[in-house]
């Protein structure tokens, strides 16, 4: 359970990082993101855990990226360009 946790501690830093680097103007501060992308590694790895139980470790490590993913997603602001121009 330790190296689970560790290594979905790592994706979720991983992750978040990449998507720091890549959207820069599109999230907020990149200490947020990264905290976001490990707490939602973290919390993605402990509900697969619960869900598969043990000796699915990479099962595990793949919920936990995508619940990182997910809490990332939901840090995104739109870009500017495809918001809709109001009309006067």
């Given at each position: 359970m330790f190296?689970?946790?560790f290594g979905s501690v790592v994706l979720g830093f991983a992750l978040?990082?990449?998507?720091?680097?890549r959207l820069t103007d599109r999230l907020?501060?990149?200490r947020v993101v990264l905290g976001a992308g490990v707490l939602g590694a973290l919390?993605?790895?402990?509900?697969t855990h619960a869900a598969l139980g043990p000796g699915y470790a990479l099962?595990?490590?793949l919920g936990a990226v995508a619940v990182?993913?997910?809490v990332l997603s939901?840090?995104?602001?739109p870009t500017r360009r495809l918001r809709r121009a109001t009309q006067t």
């Open positions: 190296w689970e946790a978040s990082w990449a998507a720091a680097h907020p501060s990149r919390f993605g790895s402990l509900i099962g595990t490590l990182a993913a997910v939901l840090l995104l602001r």
